[in-house]
């Protein structure tokens, strides 16, 4: 690290406070206005495990997880091992574990460089010694960092007593005293490490904490959902938590159902009913909501589901991100139905994404999907207070002006969009039906018939690609290379694409986030005057590049980079890639 | 509703909750005799096409939606209860009706039932049982009865077969009742009855299919029918009781079968929403600060 960052893993069992710690250093940093963001990694084990995070904190710009570590908190060494490939330090970073001058030396399995420094500390005895527990060694551990490498201090203990505000007056003046002494006991024995010093702006202004669930689950709020039916899922589970609570506050419904057929079944209802409303699973839900999505398709009910991507198939890697359910979110179903996704690239992202799929959905009465994954679901960011003005409820089109008898529920219409009317509010009664119907709802089997219905449903489909498209750029224009990815891999691709820049190899990317349908004239005004194009994606079987590929003609020679998930990109992997293309 | 206020709302007789669509029924399905009741029960108890919503499967008894004036959904195969309780949920003034065939509810769909029942949303379920799937044309149903002739069961069935009034009972649905297509009268009262009652009702109508069954079944089940009204005896709040007339071979029990009072899932929401407004009683838009660290 050059100052502009640091980058912190924390690793041990359950009862070592990993999460309370990283997740008070996240709330520091955010407070003091800095960019932040922490990933979370468990073991098998449900309760008690072991488990680790990696932050990674900076006054600039901070779009992906730490590659490689500068520093190491080691609570315990064996928990080490489970985590090894994912916490490796760089060259110079550094080591902070439990032990003094007196203890053996431990085994440590370090994968990759070494520690150029170890700094022991007590931190059990300390603990004792302060907080009369040795449950607060985290506070301690907290401290001793804080100290070493120039975390904002009044904002560490802010986060620590606002941890434990449900906690007893006692508790939290234990655990300040510990994290007190864990700054006193390095600078009582030990000299900062001068390179691994956090450069702190001053005023920066402050910034929230949340997750891509919370931001999804708020978000739909926000763009007028009151109507959630779900089934616990990992890593989209948060989502419905939250909403089991803010729902009801504001008037809405939040349903646990028996599985997520069920669950895709009452938004269903629900939207027919006139509620925005919408579910969120992962690849084996999503799996299971296939015939009912085709349903959505074929009645035209406006709905949203968000699928928070995890390694697959069947159960996969629940913990772990992946974008291997794409092709399933385009195709996935029997029969030609249509539906839109659409994809955030980060946390923040998940606000106008969220916006955008009711919009959509409720304008075009169609299914729509948000491919979220594991990475941005749970991933902690720090992140600038958004624009909330821009997410307002869209309402549908609903019949008015006309004769009862003359309203037809699917009526063929230069938009493909027809009038939905409101059962219980409008008097123009229709009946929907899965089955093939006309413009008026009746079932029909006719070929004539259904070719038509095919084609105003898929009609939508042209005005949704100019409507609601939108693209993130990034690099100059005239670079020669260029990147196109999706979701979460935006992170790691802006870095590259900055990093390449400024070491002289000149990159752009971009980011489609509606995915389907794509505008393709943005694709291919992009690709104009590239010489090289580099498709990424985590996906092995190269999903995205097959979506493309079904989409428009890519330019020859086009290179593609992908691989399993389980483990997010590395800016150096990437920028290993592109290197390889540039030539 | 503005544009319903001003329309002029004149009592509607019985044959005009009939979309007019000719049902694909085969004549004598006892399935018209379920659809005539049903436009009795609505002129009866004067429910608003407007307002009222009828939620199906697939099947031929799924077919119902379509030959009914009012709003309708013919849903997929199975999926009708969740349906029908998120339009419900959506909006609690609709009437809302669901009704379906006994494989749409007891095979693919029976996930649903005891989630259904334990939720008590105020809706009411019918189901047209003819122990077949109608329109696969003839298979075995879950209703079918042990040693039932079909063209999946070619020998005769060798499983015992599903009770839809022994299982909604154990599921603690609020309203359980039987009756049978060849008697509209008795099914207009049941359903009525039905669909007054404020919570879930279960309604198993015994419909017979004339083609895959026969149309002896109509007699058969007939020269079998005990009516519950008549015993002076039969006391619907009664589990125990309620529990006797599942087992009843000799004699098929009709009428409302159990019966509960019990706050529906609205009623406990409210409470629910209630307790959760202190958390929302701010602008949407002011919530953000909850993510200030
Ligand atoms: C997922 C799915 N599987 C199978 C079918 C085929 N299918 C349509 S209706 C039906 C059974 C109908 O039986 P029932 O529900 O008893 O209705 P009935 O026709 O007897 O009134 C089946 C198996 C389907 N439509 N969808
Ligand atoms: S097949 Fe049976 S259930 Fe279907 S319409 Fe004909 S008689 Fe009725
Ligand atoms: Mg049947």
Redesign the interface.
Known sequence: MEGDELNLGLVGSGGDGVMIAGESI???A??EGLKCLMLKSFGPQIRGGESSCKIRISSKKVSAAPDTLDVLLAFNWNDYKRFGSELELKPEGVVVEEGDSESPEPERPIIGPQPATIYKLPLTRLAKETAGTPLARNMVALGAVSELFGLPDKEMKH?IK?MFSHKSAQIIEGNLKAYQSGKDYVLANFSKPEKLQLRIEKNLE?R???TGN?ACA?AA??AGC??F?GYPITPSSEIMEWLS??M????G?M?Q???E???L???????????K?MTATSGPGMSLMT??LG?ASI?EIPCVVVNAQRGGPSTGIPTKSEQSDLMQAVFGGHGDSPRVVIAPADVGDCFPVMREAFFISEKYQIPVIVLSDAFIAQCKA?LH??D??KIRPWERARP?GIP?EDYKRFEYTPTGVSWM?I?????Y???????EHDEKG??TSEFAEHEKMNEKRYRKLKFIAEDACFMRYYGPKEAKVGIVTWGSCKGPVREAVEILNTQGLPVRAIVPQVLFPLNTDKMRAFFAGLEHLLVVELSYSKQFLNLLKTQLDLPAGTAHYGRSGAKPFAVSEIIEQIRKIAG | ?E??QQ?VTPPLKATDYK?G?KPVWCPGCGDFGVLNAMCQVFQQLELR?????I?SG?GCSSRL??YL????????HG?V???????????P??NVIAAGGDGDGFSIGI??FP?TCRRNVDFTYIVMDNNIYGLTKGQLSPTSPAEMNTTTSNFGSIETPINPIALAVGCEATFVARTFAGDIKHMVNVMALGIQHKGFSFIQVLSPCVTFVGKEQFVIIKNKLHYLQDDPEYDPSDRAAAFRVVDETDRISVGVIYHKHKPDYHDN?EI??Q??????DRK??D??EI???
């Open positions: 996240v709330s520091a955010a407070r986060s606002k402050k929230l904490v949340m919370d708020y709020l926000l009151r109507f039916a609570v803010y009801p506050a504001y008037g419904t349903i159902t028996e599985d057929i069920a669950a079944g009452m938004v269903l209802g629900a939207s027919l009913a006139g509620a409303a015939e009912l349903l009645a720090s207070k958004p909330l003005s008015h009862v009317a059962p219980g509010k409008d008097p009664i229709y009946r929907a039906a899965g089955i009746n079932p | 509703m544009a319903m329309a979309s669509l096409p407007e307002e009222t919503i939620f697939i939606p379509g004036k009012s709003y309708g959904f013919n849903s997929v999926r209860l969740p349906i029908a309780i998120g339009a419900k949920l959506a909006n003034e609709l996930g649903h989630h929401l629910l929403r307790a959760a407004a202190v958390k929302g949407i838009e919530l953000v993510f200030r660290p």
